[in-house]
């Protein structure tokens, strides 16, 4: 019997052992619906939708129960997802605290429906987001957890990012138009060679290659500038996208060295600076440090002056007023 057929009778017999407890319905989803599917190695990843009355505990209980009625299931895996958490409650299971709730239901259309209610993503009170609005979630994750620098990244967190990674350029080729079909390892390294710049080739066979090292730390280190070299450019697009949306006519990229000192000043329209890396202090009537990742809008008219820090300042300028910066 294949895998799948086998998962789908676990499945039902898991659903009628706990239905009692407040199972609405279980999915199956992930690699064993793709071509990456290797029955020896690959994890049967299943969800099972949940009322909040449904005890967390019973999450490991639900999989040993699979693994040891079923062996040929050995890497059995179901996790939890509240109503609540897709109504935007709080995050109580470790699903939607590895995977925002509204991801989870931009992908729904594409898990496999099993047992139990069956539901659309549009039953909750979080809505599924676009494709664009989606990246910008996978990015606001990336710079939350801090591995926007990606040397910073520790080894126990380093295959995280790069299956984010790997989840981004999925986006962002659905986002330019190509088949929205389930996420694979193999799809995005196809589509990246077929239709990608040349950036997201570089970072999907930097992907590749730690995939095929089985996530190996030394691999991951080797990439790290082709990694940073990626979300940077990433970053750079929805910042300037950004500004250009709030009416800034003038957007560019700005690198100062450091230490660069800036005199006492001030600027006859808005001006707004977002920091891709490093940090610049103002000070003056304005008294402020910016970061890596944050922005800063100069108020018209106000006086001030601005020292670049140590590492020196990479920066997306907006401008109302071309040159006044």
Not at 179 to 184: M, R, T
Request: with cysteine.
């Amino acid at each position: 019997m294949q895998v799948l057929e086998q998962a789908k009778i676990a499945v039902s017999d898991l659903y009628e052992k706990y239905k009692d407890k407040g199972i609405l319905t279980i999915y199956i989803w992930g690699s064993i619906l793709t071509d990456d599917f290797n029955p020896e190695t690959s994890d049967i990843d299943t969800i099972a939708i949940v009322e909040d009355i449904f005890p967390l505990e019973i999450e490991e209980e639900m999989m040993k129960y699979v693994r040891d009625k079923y062996p040929e299931l050995k890497e059995f895996f179901i996790r939890l997802l509240y109503t609540s958490e897709l109504n935007g409650g709080e995050t109580k299971a470790l699903l939607s605290k590895v995977i925002y709730p509204p991801l989870l239901l931009l992908e729904m259309p594409r898990w496999l429906y099993v047992v139990g209610k069956k539901f659309t993503n549009h039953d909750f009170k979080i809505q599924p987001p676009t494709f664009a609005e989606a990246i910008n979630i996978r990015l606001s994750r990336i710079k939350k957890e801090g591995w926007n620098t990606v040397s910073n990244i520790e080894e126990t967190k380093h295959m995280y990012f790069i299956k984010g990674v790997a989840r981004l350029i999925d986006l962002l080729q659905k986002n330019r138009g190509l088949k929205d079909l389930p996420f694979s390892y193999s799809k995005i390294f196809k589509e990246s060679k077929n239709s990608g710049s040349e950036l997201e080739k570089e970072t999907a066979l930097a992907i590749e290659e730690s995939k095929k090292s089985n996530w190996d730390y030394r691999t991951f280190s080797r990439n790290i500038p082709i990694f940073q070299k990626f979300i940077d450019y990433q970053y750079r697009l929805i910042y300037a996208t950004k500004l250009k949306e709030e009416g800034f006519s003038h957007v560019f990229d700005w690198h100062d060295e450091p230490n660069t000192e800036y005199p006492e000043h001030s600027h006859k329209g808005k001006v707004s600076f977002w920091v891709l890396k490093g940090s610049v202090t103002f000070s003056g009537e304005i008294n402020s440090t910016v970061n890596s990742g944050e922005r800063f809008d100069v108020p018209v008219g106000v006086k001030h002056s601005a020292i670049v820090g140590p590492d020196g300042c990479d920066w997306i300028v907006g401008e109302e007023i071309e040159g006044d910066s």
